[in-house]
């Protein structure tokens, strides 16, 4: 990962839980051609660059060629992109469906992280209101995209499990990580990060568990007014009260953007000696977008074989599909998003870490949480926010322990373990839980 | 934790109140060890009967501690008589001592089991602080990185013993309740006492403790809630893989994690604590030489450590076979005394010491008596008590039940509010103490599902 710059607006995107994994597979077979033309397009690419000399972010026009060589081979991640069409292979020969389970979550992983270099290459454009949007709606796309495919095939479950996990994954593993390693490297002090970001991020995140709570309770004590459906109901009112929060949350922190970014002030300060390479965006505002809708398609492609494949890969494994979607799913869709976490922490920059995981948590649990369910209204599904009490319970009890590790404003080493600690207890936890059979949705 | 209690300080603490009920010096390793969570009582009897001999031989072993005297950490090498003269006679609280035997011939001349079981606790009470004694002597001599590791594991040893006793007999629900009732009993009823106390004293202003210590033990208490949780609730929506089996396992793998946390807390703890030092040698010079000053050498202190344990596992037999007895005949729940009665007169010495810390404005060294005590039980006891069980065979799990579950969730929260301010006046002692009074009360009307 050691040659793609990382422009100034991956701090706005970061505080909006960026972070997108990209995917590409179908140009690798062009890989021939690129070596034949590449003299080609530097020259192209050369002569171009001088005609532009006064545009603010100099949008290089490249070649096809150079196009994919960029967004392509530059990234040791992306060694893994054959794994995609593997699956597929995999998919139609042999009928096991585990290999093609592990196959396509392989391959999704680095198509999840050149998504989000491609969102952020997009975002140089647009500036950092648009960019920061573009990050919030785009951060977590991958579950977003795997969620809408499960919908579809009815599998309600699988998609409330898969978002929880994300959630759970992102505010205690990343967040546990990101905490523990920085806190390795600077042991000698506490690493601090801003206070005032965190409760609010923290009373968000009560906010939705609010919102999910009311509903698993309406159900599990049987006293709804009309029994089966004021529960739908209440969870549809609930979704567009929480997207309406969500999108209020996004218009209070781009307002105060002058005023969150002082704190951080002293990191654009020393990243001076970077700075020119801020607003240098490697590939042209039409190919971000063409990129961006290529690796889309392609996550939604592997995406459909992932979620047809979970639960044969349940059984053959013999592990819960609560585990699975939890757990397996959420690890790998969150791998790109946990690397840059702890990356930022060892650099001691610890707010943008906060960023990354509570504000991917947020995404999650006040966006892509209720956007499922509005999705689900309009499919004719019966998606609703019970996500049953055992998940439930998890949820508030780890969102009440994030809330008071993250309340202070400091962290070390030991707290980032406590973290980790208790998401292996909440792992234990779906390893031996499945659904009550009454309650089968 | 990061206390700033002086080793000086908490000496001075303990000698003044060890003073007035008696003559012992309390060395300087209390501070490691308060910070762990201690305060244990200790038990002596057998001993009484040589009272007679001690007045013998009294001036011809004053002699003989006079002449060692030039020792750098001055261990003294007292003789039998003296060392029982040391360790029994010079606290008040021993007057209770007899109470032991008495239970014991009460237990086979009647069939009496409450008031065997009266007695027994009465009894109790003074080898716990005598056992706390004993720890900390040894202390002296192990330096304060083991010193504090000794505390941290003896710090309560007393529900540990009740707690492996019931275990034998395989009386599960016991070894739960109590304790849960000991976490509860130090959350609220000491913390609220401290508190308390120490604002009507210093009614002027608000005390203060440090922020940082209360909120990682916050976060502590919590992790030894969400482990205590997860069981509870898999349990309780019958979504188990395997049922009956699954939560067993999962409460054994849960408890190991929890105790490498605790390690992890106990290194975290131990690697801070040279920085809490440094700033409060400087405020107690004056008192210097009488830290260094053990009263019983070494060997004696694993001596008396070990017929004190002794005692206390004998003393603990017989009161875990009477509770059951004692709760039919005085027509209380089982989990009334097991969760109210038997953690009082189990912290009674950690009570009275965070007591006196609050009433002089060392309000550290109460959050370490009474939070560091809490955390010991939830974080160590509770899941090694788990792998104790595991290995007996007995299928101690961490499913305390709808009921103890949630009133040990509510009142974690609680407590971690209160806490995390950083100061404390009457008002939010008394809310503390109210608080403890609604859960006895509930624990007073509560008895556990049949088939639990």
């Not at chain 2, 209360?214 to 809630?225: D, H, I, R, T």
């Not at chain 2, 959050?367 to 290995?391: E, K």
Request: net charge negative; aromatic share 10%.
């Amino acid at each position: 990962m050691s040659c793609c710059k990382v422009p100034v607006l991956i701090e706005a995107q970061v505080e909006m839980g960026s972070v997108n994994e990209l995917e590409h597979k179908s140009l690798f077979r062009q890989e021939d051609d690129a070596a034949q033309t590449k003299e080609a397009s530097l020259m192209e690419q050369g002569s171009l660059s001088t005609s532009f000399p006064q545009h603010t972010p100099k949008s290089p026009k490249n070649s096809v060629l150079n196009s994919i060589k960029i967004v392509i081979f530059c990234n040791k991640l992306n060694l893994l992109l054959p794994f995609g069409p593997l699956a597929i292979l995999v998919h139609y020969m042999i009928d096991s469906k585990r290999w093609v389970f592990l196959l396509t979550l392989v391959g999704i992983t680095p198509l999840a992280e050149r998504l989000g270099y491609a969102t952020e290459q997009l975002a140089c454009y647009t500036g950092p209101t648009v960019g920061g949007l573009l990050n919030a709606t785009f951060g977590n796309v991958t579950e977003l995209i795997i969620s809408i495919f499960a919908l579809k095939n009815g599998m309600i479950r699988v998609v409330q499990l898969t978002l929880l996990g994300s959630i759970l994954s992102n505010m205690l593993l990343v967040l546990g990580c990101a905490f523990f390693c920085g806190g390795l490297v600077f042991y000698q002090k506490d690493q601090v990060f801003d206070k005032g970001t965190a409760t609010v991020n923290s009373g968000l995140l009560l906010m939705a568990v609010m919102g999910i709570l009311f509903p698993a309770v309406l159900h599990y004590t049987h006293s709804e007014v009309h029994a089966g459906s004021s529960e739908l109901a209440l969870s549809r009112f609930s979704s567009c009260i929480m997207l309406i929060a969500y999108a209020a949350y996004l218009f209070f922190q781009l307002k105060s953007q002058s005023n969150s970014y002082s704190p951080l002030d002293e990191e654009t300060n020393q990243n001076e000696e970077t700075s020119a390479e801020d607003e240098d965006p490697e590939i042209s505002k039409w190919e971000a977008i063409i990129w961006l809708s290529i690796l889309t398609a392609w996550v939604s492609l592997l995406s459909g074989y992932l979620v047809d494949a979970i639960e044969g890969a349940s059984v053959s494994w013999n592990i819960p599909i609560s585990f699975i979607s939890v757990i397996l799913l959420p690890i790998v869709g969150n791998a790109a998003e946990h690397a840059g976490a702890i990356m930022f922490a060892m650099k001691d920059k610890l707010d943008l870490s906060l960023g990354v995981a509570i504000g991917s948590s947020i995404q999650i649990s006040m966006f892509a949480v209720p956007f499922c369910v509005v999705i689900g209204w309009m499919m004719g599904q019966q998606m609703d926010l019970n996500f049953q009490l055992f998940e439930t319970a998890m949820l508030f009890i780890t969102v009440i322990v994030v809330a008071f590790f993250l309340q202070e404003g400091t962290s070390n080493y030991f707290k980032g373990l406590m973290l980790i600690l208790c998401y292996l207890i909440v792992a234990a936890s779906f390893f031996v839980h499945e659904d009550p059979p009454q309650d089968g949705i | 934790m990061r206390s700033q209690i002086s080793c000086r300080e908490l000496y001075l603490m303990f000698s003044n109140l060890f003073k007035s009920m008696g003559c012992c010096k309390v060395s300087s390793l209390m501070q490691a060890q308060v910070e762990m969570g201690l305060g244990n009582e200790v038990e002596l009897k057998s001993l009484l009967e040589q009272e007679t001999d001690s007045r013998q031989t009294n001036a011809a072993s004053l002699m003989e501690q006079g002449l060692h005297r030039e020792r750098r950490a001055k261990v003294p090498r007292n003789n039998v008589v003296q060392s029982f003269k040391i360790v029994i006679l010079s606290n008040k609280l021993n007057l209770l001592l007899p109470f032991g035997p008495l239970a014991i011939l009460v237990h086979y001349l009647t069939d009496s089991k409450g008031w065997f079981f009266l007695l027994s606790l009465v009894g109790i009470t003074p080898l716990a602080e005598r056992l706390g004694y004993a720890t900390e002597q040894l202390a002296c001599y192990t330096g304060s990185t083991v010193g504090g590791l000794l505390n941290a594991t003896f710090g309560n040893v007393i529900e540990l013993i009740i707690s492996i006793i019931a275990l034998k007999n395989g009386m599960v629900r016991v070894v739960q309740l109590t304790l849960l009732g000991s976490i509860l009993s130090n959350m609220l009823l000491v913390l609220g006492c401290a508190f308390f106390f120490g604002g009507l004293v210093f009614s002027r202003k608000d005390q203060v403790f440090d922020k940082g210590n209360a909120v990682v033990s916050s976060g502590m208490l919590l992790m030894a809630v969400m482990g205590l949780l997860f069981p509870t609730v898999l349990h309780y929506t019958q979504s188990e893989v395997h049922a009956g089996s699954s939560v067993l396992a999962l409460s054994r793998f849960i408890s190991c994690i929890m105790l490498v946390a605790y390690a992890a807390y106990l290194f975290f703890q131990l690697k801070s604590q040279p920085s809490v030092y440094t700033e409060e040698r400087n405020h107690n010079t004056e008192m210097s030489e009488d830290d260094e000053d053990p009263e019983i050498s070494k060997w004696e202190a694993i001596i008396w450590l070990s017929i004190f344990t002794a005692w206390v596992s004998i003393l603990s037999g017989y009161l875990v076979d009477a509770i059951e007895g004692a709760s039919v005949s005085w027509k209380i729940p089982v989990s009334f005394i097991s969760v109210i009665l038997l953690p009082i007169v189990g912290n009674a010495a950690e009570h009275a010491g965070a007591v006196m810390f609050a009433m002089k404005d060392k309000l550290d060294l109460s959050l370490g008596v009474a939070i560091g005590s809490s955390i010991q039980i939830s974080m160590f006891l509770v899941p090694f008590c788990v792998v104790i069980g595991w290995m007996m065979g007995v299928q101690m799990d961490l499913n305390f039940q709808l009921y103890e579950t949630a009133t040990l969730f509510i009142t974690v929260i609680v407590v971690a509010f209160f806490l995390h301010e950083g100061t404390s006046n009457y008002f939010k002692g008394l809310m503390l103490i109210l608080c403890y009074l609604i859960v006895a009360a509930s624990f007073f009307v509560h008895e556990g599902p049949r088939q639990g």
